[in-house]
């Protein structure tokens, strides 16, 4: 039995076989699919449109559990809600700061 990873190697070497390359892997454009920027991410989502290995990228993608990029035309990044801030009593919000009471 092949893995997705297996597939989606043999798919991208049948690509090459054939002079062609899915365009994450086009000189220069591919920090798109992992740059830190979720707009510039959303971008390369939408390029992988119409890739040839689509599925198997996406299958891969599944099978390693990705958290980060994008792959198989979806933004696999787990963001993280950031943790609620503490409420600082200041004089404003009409609570006063303990150490300010001695
Ligand atoms: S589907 Fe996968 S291989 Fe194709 S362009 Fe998108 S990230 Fe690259």
Known sequence: MTTAAERLTRALVDLADHGRRPRCGEPGGHEMWLSDDATERALAARWCTGC???????????ENDEKFGVFGGRDRTRTTTP????RVPTVENGTEDEDRRR
């Open 52 to 62: 040839e290995v689509l599925t198997e990228c996406g299958a891969a993608a599944d």
């Open 83 to 86: 943790a609620k801030r503490k």
